[in-house]
C-alpha cells in the first residue's frame, strides 16, 4: 500500500466517481481504477461499490477512510515539523523552461538560487515544447504566450514585449512595409503555430490577424533571428531574442504603430505542489530577480 493509494481513495469518496477524482489529483481515471482494484486486492476488502450510474462506499470502505485520513494528516504534520527544524532547504526540483529565453535569462538565475541552496537539485529541461507537468513529472514548467484551459496553477512572471523587424541588406531589396496589410508583400520568417494563424496586430484600436508568408518556419526563436539578420525576411520575436542584434545594428525596427501584443510569462504546476517548500522558494526569488532585471 502507497500513500498514493490514500490520497487517491479519499478523492474518490469525496468526489463520489472516478472521474471527478482523477481530475481533482491530476490523474486519468484508468490510472485511479487500477489503484483502487490493487487496493482492495491488498486489503482483502471491498471498499466502494461501482455500477454505471454511481459510486457508493461500503462500510468498510467509510471505516478505512477515517483511519486513511488520520494517516495523512500524520504525515503532512511529520513533514511540516520537520520541515520548519530544517536549516536549508533540501530534496530535487524539476523545471521545463523555453529555450532561448531559459539560457538568456534563467540560467543565471538558477546558479544564483544554488548558491543559496546547495542541497536542493535541480534537473533543468530546456525545450520549445509544451511539456504534460504532471504525467512527466516535472515540479514547475515556464511558459510564453497563451495558456491553454487546465487545471494546473499558473502565476504570471511579467509580460515579453514583441517587435516586428528585418536587416538593413532586405530592407534595402524589399523596402519598409508602411502598414500591415502590406506585409503580404514581404517574406516573413514564421514562429510555430504563426505560419497558419499568422500575426495579430493591433489596428485602429483592435487587435487583427494579418496573413503572412515566407521561407522560413521554425519552433526556435534564434533561428529566425539569424535568418533575419542574414536578410531572409522579417520576424516578429520577443525582444529578448532580437535586442542585441537591434543595438548592434544588425536589425531595424518597423511597423512600430501596429504593435504585437506583449507575451505572458507564467509559472505553472499542479496543485499538489503548492505545500512544496522548494516551489514556493523557487518562485519568490524568481518573481524578485526578474522584478529588477529591466526585462519588461
Same mark, same amino acid.
Given at each position: 500500500?502507497?500513500?498514493?493509494?490514500?490520497?487517491?481513495?479519499?478523492?474518490?469518496?469525496?468526489?463520489?466517481?472516478?472521474?471527478?477524482?482523477?481530475?481533482q489529483?491530476?490523474? @486519468?481515471? *484508468?490510472?485511479? #481504477?487500477r489503484?483502487?482494484?490493487?487496493?482492495?486486492? #491488498?486489503?482483502?476488502?471491498?471498499?466502494?461499490?461501482?455500477?454505471?450510474?454511481?459510486? @457508493?462506499?461500503?462500510?468498510?470502505?467509510?471505516?478505512?477512510?477515517r483511519?486513511?485520513?488520520?494517516?495523512?494528516?500524520?504525515?503532512?504534520?511529520?513533514?511540516?515539523?520537520? $520541515?520548519?527544524?530544517?536549516?536549508?532547504?533540501?530534496?530535487?526540483?524539476?523545471?521545463?523552461?523555453?529555450m532561448?529565453?531559459?539560457?538568456?535569462?534563467?540560467?543565471?538565475?538558477?546558479? +544564483? %538560487?544554488?548558491?543559496?541552496?546547495?542541497?536542493?537539485?535541480?534537473?533543468?529541461?530546456?525545450?520549445?515544447?509544451?511539456?504534460?507537468? &504532471?504525467?512527466?513529472?516535472?515540479?514547475?514548467a515556464?511558459?510564453?504566450?497563451?495558456?491553454?484551459?487546465?487545471?494546473?496553477?499558473?502565476?504570471?512572471?511579467?509580460?515579453?514585449?514583441?517587435?516586428?523587424?528585418?536587416?538593413?541588406?532586405? %530592407?534595402?531589396?524589399?523596402? /519598409?512595409?508602411?502598414?500591415?496589410s502590406?506585409?503580404l508583400? /514581404?517574406?516573413?520568417?514564421?514562429?510555430?503555430?504563426?505560419?497558419?494563424n +499568422?500575426?495579430?496586430?493591433? *489596428?485602429?484600436?483592435?487587435?487583427?490577424? %494579418?496573413?503572412?508568408?515566407?521561407?522560413?518556419? #521554425?519552433?526556435?526563436?534564434? &533561428?529566425?533571428r539569424?535568418?533575419?539578420?542574414?536578410?531572409?525576411?522579417?520576424?516578429?520575436?520577443?525582444?529578448?531574442?532580437?535586442?542585441?542584434?537591434?543595438?548592434?545594428?544588425?536589425?531595424?525596427?518597423?511597423?512600430?504603430?501596429?504593435q504585437?501584443?506583449?507575451?505572458?510569462l507564467?509559472?505553472?504546476? #499542479?496543485? /499538489? !505542489?503548492?505545500? $512544496?517548500?522548494?516551489? !514556493?522558494? %523557487?518562485?519568490?526569488?524568481?518573481?524578485? *530577480?526578474?522584478?529588477?532585471? *529591466?526585462?519588461?
Amino acid at each position: 500500500m502507497q500513500t498514493e493509494d490514500l490520497t487517491i481513495f479519499l478523492a474518490v469518496v469525496k468526489a463520489g466517481s472516478f472521474t471527478a477524482a482523477a481530475e481533482q489529483v491530476l490523474l @486519468s481515471k *484508468q490510472y485511479v #481504477s487500477r489503484r483502487m482494484a490493487a487496493l482492495e486486492a #491488498s486489503l482483502g476488502v471491498r471498499l466502494l461499490i461501482r455500477n454505471t450510474r454511481k459510486l @457508493s462506499v461500503t462500510e468498510a470502505g467509510q471505516l478505512f477512510s477515517r483511519h486513511a485520513q488520520r494517516i495523512l494528516d500524520d504525515i503532512h504534520e511529520a513533514e511540516q515539523a520537520v $520541515s520548519e527544524r530544517r536549516q536549508e532547504l533540501h530534496g530535487s526540483f524539476r523545471i521545463s523552461m523555453p529555450m532561448s529565453f531559459g539560457m538568456s535569462h534563467l540560467s543565471p538565475l538558477i546558479a +544564483g %538560487f544554488l548558491r543559496q541552496h546547495p542541497a536542493v537539485q535541480f534537473q533543468v529541461e530546456l525545450a520549445d515544447r509544451y511539456v504534460d507537468v &504532471v504525467g512527466e513529472g516535472f515540479d514547475i514548467a515556464i511558459r510564453i504566450g497563451t495558456l491553454a484551459d487546465s487545471t494546473l496553477i499558473a502565476r504570471r512572471l511579467g509580460e515579453l514585449k514583441r517587435v516586428i523587424c528585418g536587416s538593413p541588406d532586405y %530592407f534595402s531589396r524589399a523596402g /519598409h512595409p508602411e502598414n500591415p496589410s502590406a506585409l503580404l508583400n /514581404h517574406a516573413c520568417l514564421r514562429y510555430g503555430r504563426e505560419g497558419q494563424n +499568422g500575426w495579430e496586430l493591433l *489596428q485602429d484600436g483592435k487587435r487583427k490577424m %494579418f496573413d503572412v508568408r515566407g521561407p522560413v518556419v #521554425s519552433n526556435n526563436g534564434e &533561428v529566425l533571428r539569424d535568418a533575419a539578420v542574414a536578410g531572409l525576411g522579417l520576424v516578429l520575436l520577443p525582444e529578448f531574442i532580437v535586442g542585441p542584434a537591434i543595438q548592434r545594428g544588425e536589425l531595424v525596427t518597423v511597423l512600430e504603430a501596429f504593435q504585437p501584443a506583449p507575451l505572458g510569462l507564467y509559472a505553472v504546476y #499542479s496543485q /499538489h !505542489r503548492q505545500r $512544496s517548500e522548494i516551489n !514556493r522558494t %523557487f518562485l519568490t526569488y524568481l518573481e524578485e *530577480q526578474l522584478k529588477t532585471s *529591466q526585462l519588461f
